[in-house]
């Protein structure tokens, strides 16, 4: 039966989403159709892949590794982001025209510089920042550094190691409650603690660096002033040169309601955010955004792909708490939905450097989206649950984020495991459709937060 219905899927997902109107860019480029390989396995990639698929320029969708949601719509590989070797085969051996990256590894790894300086692979477009502009995300004393000498507000900031550990006590005795600790490189998105009491504080800065809490992540740590504000997501897609503003989200990291608890990947998203009225916009787009375009020409950072911009309205002046340098997972599910422009032509522009030619659509609609996680998640949890009701969604969109097939079965296969996304007139009727098509959904242990969008109420 799931596989009667992914062939139906597939039916309608074309015949109702494929544009009749002329892809002007694309005719100027002399491209009809082309490969994509595209790198990931979560809810992000499954959202790049749905809208993808959409596209007449795609004639052939490749997802490494992917996940059962992917296996739907597109062709699955076993093969790891990370293995540029294996990458490098399969891209010469389907004359793969693109490659679009979902997560930060393989960007901060330096797939671009990989292809570009591949007399084999040069010509195919990566869709992702080069090495040294991953570093925005891959270190945040980069991104710090970065923020400080192209004037883009920030909180107030030192970075230690285990050698000065002492001093990081020392500063944190400066601080007001509560501290901020961020581990220096990838963390999964777990590496940064909040903490209440300064001895609490300091404990964990020793635990960070002298006992590698987190790895060689937080071999390095910085310490951050903490800024009391509202927290949102602004997404950028640049070729480099030029941009545009992707649709706003905004995310919820605790496990809890009423965000308590543990940090998570994300446990939902809502787009639009509905207190991001034009003048704070405008402040955004001219004391954040353009900067940070500007500033990639000013240090020679070659940057054709995403910036997730973190930020914190603190009285109606956004800071940057830290930027990503690939779309934000679960707000994927919610910003990609509202695109109304061919997706893979955005990117065909980014690959160019002809994004100042292509004309934005958004759809004027909410988009929300809902995670479905597994039981113990942050934490412990067990994997290869079986997931039904699939088929009984209606009005909403399902992607799958950690899940697998099994024997024809869709079963959990991560921690995050579905994201329900659905569209309304404002948030609280999408919302009200993900939860309604949360109840027909079951698998052993599923746990998820009832109050996604409740504080925007």
Known sequence: MYHLLVALGKFLLFNCFLSSKPIIFARQLKTTHMTILLLGSGGREHAFAWKMVQSPLCEKLFVAPGNAGTAAIATNLAMSPTDFEAIKAFAIQEN?????????????????????????????PVIGPSKIGAQLEGSKEFAKEFLIKHNIPTAAYDSFTAETVEQGCEFLETLQPPYVLKADGLAAGKGVLIIQDLAEAKEELRNMLVHQKFGVASSKVVIEEFLDGIELSCFVLTDGKSYKILPTAKDYKRIGEGDTGLNT?????????????AVLMEKIETRIVKPTIDGFQKDGIAYKGFVFIGLINVNNEPIVIEYNVRMGDPETE???????????????????????????????RSATTVMLVSGGYPEDFEKGKVITGLENVQDSIVFHAGTKLDQGAVVSNGGRVLAITSYGNDFQEAIKKSYQNIDKLHFDKMFFRKDIGNDLK
Do not use: C
Request: charged fraction near 20%; aromatic fraction near 6%; hydrophobic fraction near 50%.
């Open 265 to 277: 990947g994300g446990m939902g998203a809502v787009s639009p955010v509905p207190y991001v009225d």
């Open 334 to 364: 919610v910003v990609i939905p509202r695109l109304k422009t061919d997706l893979v032509e955005l990117f065909l522009a980014v690959a160019n450097e002809k994004l100042d030619e292509i004309n934005l659509e958004i759809d004027p």
């Open 96 to 124: 793969v025209g693109m490659v679009v990256v979902g997560p930060e590894d393989p960007l901060v790894k330096g797939i671009y510089d990989f292809f570009l300086n591949d007399p084999a692979l040069h010509h195919i």
